[in-house]
Structure formats: C-alpha cells, structure tokens
C-alpha cells in the first residue's frame, strides 16, 4: 500500500458545555493508506461520528494533527475547509441529504457547481456517476419519486462525481434495509476495487465484513484493528444481490 | 457557485411557494405601487392646477378683498386704477354672487351670477358659440341681456342656434340671451365654469342686491409686467385700507405657485408614507427569510458539507431576498401603472406614470431587499455544518 490519504497524529476532541467538558476524542493516531477500505465501529457515543468529521473537514480537532493526502489541513479557515471538502472528499450520510426540489442529477452536479465547473462539464460527470451507481434511467427523478435505496445511490453518485480522493460515509445503511444496505455496501466495494480509499462508520458487523480493516472505536479511543479474511470479504459481497454489479 | 446558479437556485426557491413569496412581497409591491400613484396624482393635479389658471385668461392680475377686513371696492375703482398703474392696458369689476334659478318655458336650472363688463370676453381669453357679447351700450343702458354657458344651455334643452334671441328669467327678472359661450372648462378651484350667466355689472347689482364687486381684474401687457404690477396694486391698497393684508393682489404665476407649492406638500407627505411602507415590506421580507433560513437549516449544512463557501450561501440567500423584493417592486410598478391608467379614466384627467417615480420605486425596492435580505444571509453563511445536518 501506498502513502497515506488519511493521518491524523494525537488527534483529540473536547466539547465544553458549561463547568462540564465531554471527552468525544482522546489522543487517536489513526492512518489510512489509499486503496484501503476501513470500518469504524464501536458503541454508541464513542466517537464514531466524531472522528469522521474531523477525518471529512466538517470539524477542526482540539489537539493534534491531520495531514489530508499529503497536506496539512490544522489551521485553515472555514472557506479553504470548504474546498477541500470539496475537492477531496466525497461524504455519503445516513439520512442521503439530497435536496428534494432538485433532480437526481442535479444534486450529484451540486458540489461540482460549488467546484465553479462549467454546465457541460459537470453534467457529463454526473451523468457519469450516476450511471456507475446504476441509476442513469432515473436521473431526473425527484428524491421523493425515488427509493431510499435508489437516494442513498443517487448521494454515493454526488459523493463520486468529483472524483475524491476519500469517500466518508456515516452510518450509509442505517435507514435502509438489509437488502438495499448490502447494495451500497457492495457499490463502496466495488469502488475501492477500483482503487477508491473508503472510510465507513457501522456498528452493523456485516457491513464491516466488506471492508479490509475494521477499526473499533471505543469511549475516544482506538481500541482495536482486525484485517477482514479476503474469503470472509469476498463471501459479503457475494451475499450482496447487487455484488455481480461491481 | 457563479451568479448565474445563485439566481438559478433561488428562483427555484421562490417558484417552491409562490403564494408565500407573494405574501412576502406584498408590503414592497403596495408601498411601491404607492409611490407611483401619489407621484402621478400630484403630477396630475399640478398639470390641472396649470391649466385652470392658464384658463383664467392672459396676463392678469386679480385684486379681492380679504374675507373679513370689511374692505369694499367700488366698480369705479376698476378704471381709476388703471389710469395710476402704468403696464395695465384693460380693467375690469366682476361681481359674483350667489346662484339662481334660470328658467326658460317649463325648464330651469342653478346657475352662478356674474356681472361684468364687456372687457370680460378678451381679459378671460373666452370665445361665443353664437351672438354677440355684453356692448358698453347695453353696460350703460342696464340692459337685461345674458350671455350663458353651454351647461346652463343643455340644461335648458336649448342649443347655441336656437337660444339667441329667447327670454329667460334669472332669479325671476326677464333677461334675453345674447350670446352663448364655448365652454370654459374647470375653473382654479376645480369647479365646473359653464353652469354661468353673465349679464351687465350695472344691471347685476339690481339681480344680486350688491353695489359691491368682489373681485377687480386687471390686465398688462406682458407677462414679466406683471409681478410690478402687484407690487404697485399692493402699495396703493395699503394707502387705501391701512389695516395689514386688507386686500389681495395676486398675479396667475403666484397663484400657480400658491397652488402648487400646496400640491407638492401633499405629495411629498403622501410620498414618504409611501417609503414608510417600504421600509415595513422590506422587515417583511426579513422575517420570512429568517424563517426560511431555519426552516432549510438542513439545506444549508448539506451544501456547506460538500463545499459551498460562505459568500455563496450569503450571495444565494441575498439573491432570494433582492429576487422577491425586486419582483415585488416590478408587480408594484405594473399595478400603479394600471391604479393611475383606472383612476385617470374615472376622474377623467389625464394622468401619467412618470419613469422617475418608477425607477426610484424600483430602486428603493431593490435596495430594500439588499439591506434587509443582509442579516438572514449572514445567519444562513454562518451555519456550522456539523450542526446544521444534525438539525431535523
Ligand atoms: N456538539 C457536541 N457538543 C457536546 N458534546 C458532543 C457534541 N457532539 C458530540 N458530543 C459528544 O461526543 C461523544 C461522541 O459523540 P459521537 O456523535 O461521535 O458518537 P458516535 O460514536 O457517533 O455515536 P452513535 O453511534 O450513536 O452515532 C458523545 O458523548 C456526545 O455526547
Ligand atoms: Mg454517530
């Protein structure tokens, strides 16, 4: 594996609420190779999603340091962590996050539109990414005339059409059933085959057998690393009835 | 994110609920709608005020008592004045009084008295219809001869051809017509001139039991004279009648701006309520965007999430704002238009939306939405994302 996309160096994070401060982080040294493929799991407020906001620029941590694909992001402001957010990031939510008035399409051009990419342009990679995540015949559904399965694909599409260098996703199928969740989880598969790094937060250990690493997150710390068994991998996606697809 | 995407998104915003955005607009689409209209209402009434001053006649200047100071001319005092006052080539004493009845054969009608002189016709710039006017002979002689207006006319169910030459009976006295007048239109004060019958002021002052005119008229030559003319009536009054402000003497220039400058109180007065109105739109549109900023809380975590910058939240929200204020401030113009278009046909004078009052209208609208669109746009750009998506 090569240099690493992610690395973060005693990373911690403290809210202070008041007399009471919380603890979400405490001190993580966390480093993701490109290529690699991780789960986060862990009990509930451990700092899960804690840790992918720092690792996705959405949060800045209170101590240490975080050198984002060979950069280092302590320090910057609010619009340049905009644009690397932009720019090397692809972040998929548990609840998909589209915007219902726009289009399938339109909301995978979106962070391509803030990119200040031209109208042709930013279509054909939407279009683009849409059709990797099967769904060129509905992009110009609304949300709303889509499946939860169908939005959590059209939001893997937006997070895809920039081409990141990270794809983030948090908790991807916790709204979905386990059918339409082993197809996301299939699709991030097939995407890191092709060379993708991927970071997924689950506490769902059949999500986290598609993944190479299983990191396990508990009360701020990283508690634990498992490699997944390329034949317990390959089994998940198997499992997966849209696995023949990537 | 360019401009051109901003609009995009925010059209898409208001075109969401067009019926809210209307509402929110509303107070910028009256208070410009507003505007307009008090801008051509006074425009219109300053052009009418205009005209019925020019319709008084060329050149004159007009002397009359100040009600109260018990000052009263005499109708000799018409032609010694102008022997004094140099510049005045005609001068003449009307005495008006109150209204009688006219009757001819079984119809009759109010009209107002009016004794003058045969001077009236040239000093007032009036035209006949038919026959002839009030001769000095017929002054003279206290003849009871008429010269009526067409309203007066019609409403005898005579025409100008035939009504030369009937009798008619003003206030029970036997009069003959002698001529007809082409109308007069409104007068200063707006009311209607034609529903007249002038006769001799000599055999007036039997009809209206007055040896008083209310009025002298004095004519000169040109208009610049004028204001000389006023300033030496005024002085030879004050010698006259030594109390303060005793008498009167305008010219039609001061009238006109007597008038106007009423006119352009009224107008600013109505106007700046006008603005106030805008002002109360564009809070308006302030608390319905505020609204809007945490109603789409959500929205604006996910597009900070995947890279929109603040100043492109800010410009978008800022766009929705100028967007409805803007779009209100064009459907205030274009329903003033129609408002003034309607009222000109009802109150038959000709009025016009003047493009002055539109851009300014629109102007203000915009800037409206601008100052008042800032602060919800700096509260939406200034959303944390973490919490903004977490929001439900
Ligand atoms: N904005 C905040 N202010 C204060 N405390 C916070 C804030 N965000 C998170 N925390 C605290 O940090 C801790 C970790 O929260 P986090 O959301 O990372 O947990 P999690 O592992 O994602 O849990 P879950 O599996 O339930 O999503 C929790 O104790 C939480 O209460
Ligand atoms: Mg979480």
């Not at chain 1, 949300?143 to 997070?159: D, N």
């Not at chain 2, 710039?125 to 001769?135: E, M, Q, R, W």
């Not at chain 2, 209100?328 to 274009?334: E, R």
């Amino acid at each position: 594996m090569t240099a690493p996309v992610v690395e973060l160096r005693g990373v911690a994070k403290t809210y202070r609420m008041g007399s009471v401060t919380v603890s979400a982080l405490r001190d993580v040294d966390l480093d993701v190779a490109a290529g690699d493929m991780v789960a986060i799991t862990g009990p509930s407020g451990s700092g899960k999603s804690t840790l992918m906001n720092i690792v996705g620029c959405l949060d800045r941590p209170s101590q240490g340091s975080y050198v984002l694909a060979g950069r280092c992001v302590d320090g910057l402001a609010d619009d340049a962590l905009a644009e690397t957010r932009n720019r090397s990031i692809g972040f998929v939510f548990q609840s998909f996050h589209l915007l219902s008035r726009l289009s399938a399409l339109e909301n995978v051009e979106l962070p391509l539109v803030y990119r200040g990419m031209g109208v042709r342009r930013r279509r054909a990679l939407a279009c683009q990414a849409l059709a990797d995540v099967g769904l060129e015949d509905r992009m110009h559904h609304l949300p709303a005339q889509l499946s939860g399965g169908q939005q959590q694909r059209v939001a893997v599409a937006r997070a895809l059409a920039g081409r990141p260098s990270l794809l983030l996703a948090d908790e991807p199928t916790g709204n979905l059933d386990s059918r339409a969740g082993r197809d996301v989880l299939a699709l991030f598969q097939g995407l890191n085959d092709e060379g993708m790094t991927v970071v997924v937060v689950t506490h769902d250990p059949l999500v986290a057998r598609h993944c190479r690493r299983i990191l396990s997150v508990a009360d701020g710390l990283i508690a634990g690393c498992a490699e997944v068994a390329a034949g317990e991998r390959l089994l998940a996606a198997a499992a997966a009835p849209g696995g023949d697809r990537a | 994110m360019n401009l051109w995407e901003s609009l995009r998104m925010a059209v898409l915003a208001i075109r969401t609920s067009v019926l809210r955005s209307f509402l929110t607009a509303l107070g910028i689409i009256i208070g410009v709608a507003t505007v307009i209209i008090v801008v051509a209402l006074g425009q219109g009434a300053r052009a009418a005020v205009a005209q019925r001053v020019e319709s008084l006649g060329t050149n004159l200047v007009i002397a009359f008592p100040s009600p109260g100071s018990g000052v009263q001319f005499t109708a000799g005092m018409a032609r010694s004045l102008k022997g004094r006052v140099p510049d005045v080539t005609a001068a003449m004493p009307v005495f008006s009084g109150r209204g009688a009845a006219v009757v001819w054969h079984t119809q009759n009608t109010q009209a107002s008295l009016q004794g003058v002189s045969p001077q009236w016709l040239s000093m007032r710039g009036a035209h006949l219809a038919a026959g002839s006017f009030i001769t000095s002979q017929q002054l003279a002689g206290r003849s009871r001869v008429a010269v009526v207006g067409q309203t007066v006319l019609t409403n005898l169910g005579l025409s100008p051809a035939t009504a030369v030459g009937r009798q008619i009976f003003v206030g029970g006295t036997a009069f003959t017509i002698e001529g007809v007048l082409q109308p007069l239109g409104a007068g200063v004060g707006g009311q209607s001139q034609d529903s007249i019958v002038l006769m001799p002021y000599t055999t007036s002052q039997d009809i209206l039991h007055t040896a008083y005119p209310s009025e002298l008229y004095f004519q000169v030559a040109q208009a610049k004279d004028a204001a000389l003319v006023v300033g030496t009536l005024d002085m030879i009054f004050s010698h006259t009648y030594p109390r303060p402000n005793a008498v009167n003497v305008a010219s039609q220039d001061q009238l006109l701006s007597t008038l106007s400058s009423v006119n352009r109180t009224l107008t600013l007065t109505l106007g700046s309520v006008a603005a106030v109105s805008l002002l109360v739109g564009g809070i308006g549109i302030m608390n319905i965007m505020l609204v809007s900023v945490v109603e789409r809380t959500r929205e604006i975590g996910l597009r900070k999430a995947i890279g929109a910058r603040r100043r492109d939240v800010l410009r978008q929200f800022l766009i929705e704002a100028v967007l409805l204020s803007g779009g209100g401030g064009m459907i205030g113009v274009a329903f003033g238009a129609l408002a003034t278009h309607l009222g000109g046909l009802l109150l038959k004078t000709p009025m016009a939306v003047s493009p002055v009052s539109a851009a300014v209208g629109l102007s203000f609208a915009l800037a409206v939405g601008v100052v008042f669109g800032m602060w919800p746009a700096a509260q939406a750009s200034r959303l944390d994302p973490i919490m903004a998506l977490r929001r439900d």
